[in-house]
Each structure stands twice: as structure tokens, then as C-alpha cells.
């Protein structure tokens, strides 16, 4: 687990490495700054004492060292400040970068990857793990090597000034303390601290699903039970987050004692050798008091040692995902022939995403431009499968899918795309107007494009009563019907006038009328297409001009 996290944060670090490398020298100066001002202070105070005790006052300076401390206090202010600015910015601009990567992997994956993705359920994950890294660089690296560079400056300062075995029980002892605290925060903290984690990203998901699906729920009698859901994803993620807060708390009492341990060995010892003549007593209260400040060092790592079950799963989930097999099916560069194309498949064999048996094979078939064929058989039969082999989204097992004599593999993407129109089951609406909508396909289109593509699919009526092409839709195209949102997706299809036309159930949801319009219009809309429709019902399987029934092996 712990090669995950030190991966996210080579990553952070090779992006941003010149600015980490100042925000980790400023937190050593912070920390630095802190113990030398507090040394001082104590050092300072006693000497002025033991000074005034001896009738020495009057020449004691107190000058410089007051000069010192004012010095050292608003340093370090400005220290933490620009620490803290170049910190958090460099960390949040590699995260920035991170999600960049991300999106850019999940797009290069393959069709049967991404197929299986809920959208708004990935992006929820993605999103909640890499805010959860953001601790992996301020939380627990950064305060690790700024506060291991200072423990041992102290130690080196602190054996010059007052005594080697001071220096070793006060920093070595508060190390050693404060690590086992730690330790052990670390191992009380990574179950609860991934329950919250689990707990808070199901709160989100149930609280989408029932804000989106209040009106189903609600005809359903389910919508108490689907509140009582959220609630409960809620309480878990509160028990799970008072939990990591109590071993938090626990580790920084544990913390304080080892400090306090320390600081009060450095007392006693630093009194021994204080009665024996080897040091002085301002030297004993600057590493009383140095140590006490030293602390400091390890409060930042409390929290992300507390949270580091929740850090370890995410960076664990981010880079399995950025070691997502790209698909091993890149199209080719280059210009590609100006070809009227048909649509032949030759002896295709094909199984199903994931699966090694083929569904069918030797499959044979040709589809002429201004040719209508209807892929028939049973639900499951690999319909579905075909027209995405035939989309260029997944590959074949064997034999070959050609678009204008070219296997489809041959394609560039952008012409492929120009040439071959595909309505899958499975269609997306955004939020906007209905222009909005339509021009995804075509955005050069013009009004009247749309207007008659509109009245293709025998949705001119419906967008007429709604307002015009300037209505608006809500989020996944809220505003129409089912079948109305999938008539606008085809609409969105058919403005693009390709000349190979993909429509997998197109009429799904329509009476029979409506159903047969929209047929009528599809064809009149790409008079010379090749269409290879997947069909169900008898209308779409009477418009098209042949069969082609599949059987399954």
C-alpha cells in the first residue's frame, strides 16, 4: 500500500518539483525558527535572571537577543505564509494535472472498459480520491522530510550549545515517542478512516440517485425507504468519521506525553550537569524549552497519519486506473479517399465484451448505399455487440468489417466519425437548449437544418410547444419523455447526414404511428445510406429492405 502513495507523490513531485522544493526548505526554516525562537526565549529570560541575581544586570545586553527574538517571530511568520503558499499551489496544480491524466486514460480505454463505467458515479469516485491525496504531499510527506531535517539540525545545534546527551534524550527521545504514537494512530485510524471514505462517496451517490429519481421512488411507495437510505450512508460516514477523530485526539495525547517525557528528561539531565559546572543553567532552559517547541514537527503528521487508510485506498484506485490498458486499436493517421462507402461484413466471428466463446460466426453481409437491413434474433443473440464491432468500438475475433472496400480498422477516427452515424441504446442529452443539444453533432449547423431534422423524427410539434429550439433542457435532457429524448439524440445523428447509418432499436418506446414517421424520416433525411438497424419490432423489421437473422452457436 505504502508504494501507492509514494507513487502519487513522485508524481506530484515530478510535476512540481522546484516549487515542492522550496515550500520543504521554508517549512524546515518554520520549524527552525520556531525552537530557535523558543530556546532563545528561555535562554534569554534565565540569563536576564541569573544577570540580575549577580549584580550583573546593569551591563547584561539585552539588545541583541530581544533584536533576535522580534527577528526570528516575524520571520517565521513570513516563512509559514510563503511555505504555505507554495505548498498547497504546487500541490494543487499537480492534482489539477493528475485529473487531466485521469480523464485522458479513462477516454484512451477500451469500449468494453468504459462501457461498464456509470458516469456519474466515476467522476463522484475520481473526484473524492484525488481531493483525498492532497494529504499524501501536505500531510504526511512534506511534514516527514521538513521535520526529520530539523529534528536533526536541533540535535547538531543542540549538542554544540549545551551537551550531546541532552541533545540525544531531548530530540531522540521525542523521535522515538512521537513515532510510536504515530505508529500506532496509523494502524487504530486505517480501517475507520477508509469506512469514512466508503461511507461519505455512498452518501453522495444515494443522495443523487434519490434527488434524481424522487418522481419514480415516489410512484414506486419507495421514496421513504430511499430517504432512510441516504440517512443511513450518512450516519455511517459520521460514526466512521468520530472515530478517525478519536484516534486523532488519542495520538496527540499520546504525542504530548512524549514531549512531555522529554522536556522533562532534559530538565532533570540538564540540572545534573547544570550542578556539576559542565553547563549553565540558560543553557538547560534553551533545551527545555527548544524541545517543547520541536513538537511542532510532529502535530502535522497527526492528521494525515489518521487519515491514511482513506489515502492508501484512493492512491491505490488511481494508479490501477492510470495503468489502464490503452485500446489496442489505434486508428491510423493520414488522409483517407473520397469514397461513396458501402457496408460488407466478411466472415465475421464475434463474442461478447469480456468473453472468450463467440456468440455467432461466418457471419456474411452487404449493405449498399440507400440499403436498409435489419439485424433480427433473440435479445442477447450479440445484436448490439455487432453494431459497435461495426462502429469501430470493439474488435471482431475473426474475419472483417469494411466501410468502402477499407477494413474499418484503416480509418482515421475523424473520417470514420464523418462517414458513419451510430445511436446506441444507450444515448446522452445535456444541459442546455435543444440547439445545444443538436449542434454536438453538426455545430455549424444552421436553424433550418434543425428545424427539418426536428421534423424527421416527428419532434418538431413537441419542441414547438416547448418554446422554440431556444428551450431549455435539464441535466440527461430533463424536460422530455423517454421517447422523446431519444427521438433528439437521433435527430443529433441524422444532422450529421452520414452515409453509413447505425440505429440499434431506434423506435423503442413509440406507438406504432409515431414509430413508423420517425422510419420514414430517417430515410429521408440520409436518402443514400447503408442502415443496419438492430430490430425487435415488426414495424422497424417491415421498413427495412432485408433481414439478417443471427443465430447464436
Not at 94 to 111: C, D, E, G, N, T
Not at 184 to 193: I, K, L, N
Not at 233 to 250: C, I, S, Y
Request: hydrophobic share 50%.
Amino acid at each position: 500500500m505504502t508504494r501507492h502513495l509514494l507513487s502519487v507523490f513522485a508524481m506530484i513531485l515530478r510535476s512540481e518539483s522546484w516549487a515542492l522544493a522550496r515550500g520543504i526548505a521554508l517549512s524546515v526554516v518554520v520549524l527552525s525558527m520556531g525552537a530557535t525562537l523558543l530556546g532563545l526565549s528561555g535562554w534569554f529570560i534565565v540569563a536576564a535572571g541569573a544577570a540580575g541575581l549577580a549584580g550583573t544586570g546593569a551591563v547584561f545586553d539585552v539588545f541583541r537577543p530581544s533584536a533576535a527574538v522580534r527577528f526570528l517571530a516575524l520571520g517565521r511568520t513570513a516563512a509559514r505564509y510563503g511555505e504555505r503558499l507554495l505548498t498547497h499551489d504546487a500541490t494543487l496544480r499537480a492534482l489539477a494535472l493528475l485529473r487531466v491524466r485521469l480523464l485522458a486514460r479513462i477516454s484512451a480505454a477500451p469500449f468494453e472498459v468504459m462501457s461498464r463505467f456509470r458516469g456519474a458515479q466515476v467522476l463522484g469516485r475520481l473526484t473524492a480520491d484525488v481531493d483525498a491525496l492532497d494529504g499524501v504531499a501536505l500531510r504526511l510527506v512534506i511534514p516527514l522530510l521538513a521535520g526529520g531535517v530539523t529534528l536533526a539540525g536541533a540535535w547538531a545545534v543542540l549538542a554544540w550549545l549545551v551537551d550531546p546527551r541532552v541533545a540525544s534524550w531531548s530530540v531522540l527521545g521525542l523521535a522515538a515517542g512521537s513515532a510510536l504514537a504515530l505508529g500506532w494512530a496509523m494502524r487504530a485510524s486505517a480501517r475507520p478512516s477508509r469506512l469514512a471514505a466508503a461511507a461519505d462517496q455512498a452518501f453522495r451517490v444515494r443522495v443523487i440517485d434519490h434527488l434524481r429519481g424522487r418522481a419514480m421512488l415516489a410512484f414506486a411507495g419507495q421514496l421513504d425507504s430511499s430517504l432512510a437510505s441516504v440517512l443511513d450512508a450518512d450516519a455511517r460516514a459520521r460514526r466512521a468519521g468520530l472515530q478517525v477523530a478519536r484516534v486523532e485526539r488519542r495520538a496527540g495525547v499520546l504525542v504530548s506525553v512524549a514531549v512531555t517525557l522529554a522536556a522533562a528528561g532534559a530538565l532533570l539531565l540538564g540540572a545534573e550537569l547544570a550542578r556539576g559546572g559542565v553547563i549553565t543553567a540558560p543553557k538547560v532552559a534553551l533545551a527545555v524549552l527548544a524541545v517543547l517547541a520541536l513538537a511542532e514537527t510532529v502535530a502535522p503528521l497527526r492528521r494525515g497519519v489518521a487519515e491514511i487508510g482513506a489515502m492508501r485506498d484512493a492512491a491505490r484506485r488511481v494508479n490501477r486506473m492510470l495503468q489502464t490498458t490503452p485500446d489496442p486499436r489505434p486508428m491510423p493517421a493520414g488522409p483517407q479517399p473520397d469514397i461513396a462507402p458501402g457496408l460488407q461484413l466478411d466472415t465475421v466471428t464475434l463474442a461478447a465484451p469480456g468473453a472468450r466463446q463467440p456468440l455467432f460466426a461466418g457471419v456474411n453481409l452487404t449493405v449498399a448505399p440507400g440499403e436498409t437491413v435489419a439485424l433480427t434474433g433473440p435479445s442477447g443473440i450479440g445484436k448490439s455487440t455487432l453494431l459497435n464491432a461495426v462502429a469501430g468500438l470493439t474488435a471482431v475475433q475473426g474475419g472483417r468489417i469494411l466501410i468502402g472496400e477499407r477494413p474499418v480498422g484503416d480509418w482515421t477516427e475523424p473520417d470514420l466519425r464523418a462517414v458513419l452515424g451510430y445511436l446506441p441504446q444507450r444515448s446522452a442529452l445535456i444541459s442546455g437548449t435543444i440547439a445545444e443539444n443538436l449542434r454536438l453533432g453538426a455545430p455549424d449547423a444552421g436553424d433550418a437544418a434543425l428545424h427539418a431534422v426536428l421534423a424527421d423524427v416527428a419532434l418538431d410539434g413537441v419542441v414547438r410547444r416547448m418554446g422554440g429550439l431556444d428551450a431549455r433542457l435539464g441535466e440527461g435532457g430533463k424536460g422530455l419523455s423517454g421517447g422523446e429524448a431519444r427521438r433528439l439524440v437521433l435527430a443529433r445523428v441524422l444532422l450529421r447526414r452520414p452515409r453509413i447509418l447505425l440505429l440499434d432499436e431506434p423506435t423503442e418506446g413509440l406507438d406504432r404511428e409515431t414509430a413508423a414517421r420517425v422510419l420514414q424520416g430517417v430515410r429521408r433525411a440520409c436518402p443514400d445510406a447503408a442502415i443496419l438497424l438492430s430490430a425487435h419490432r415488426k414495424v422497424e423489421r417491415g421498413w427495412a429492405n432485408r433481414a439478417l437473422p443471427l443465430i447464436r452457436l
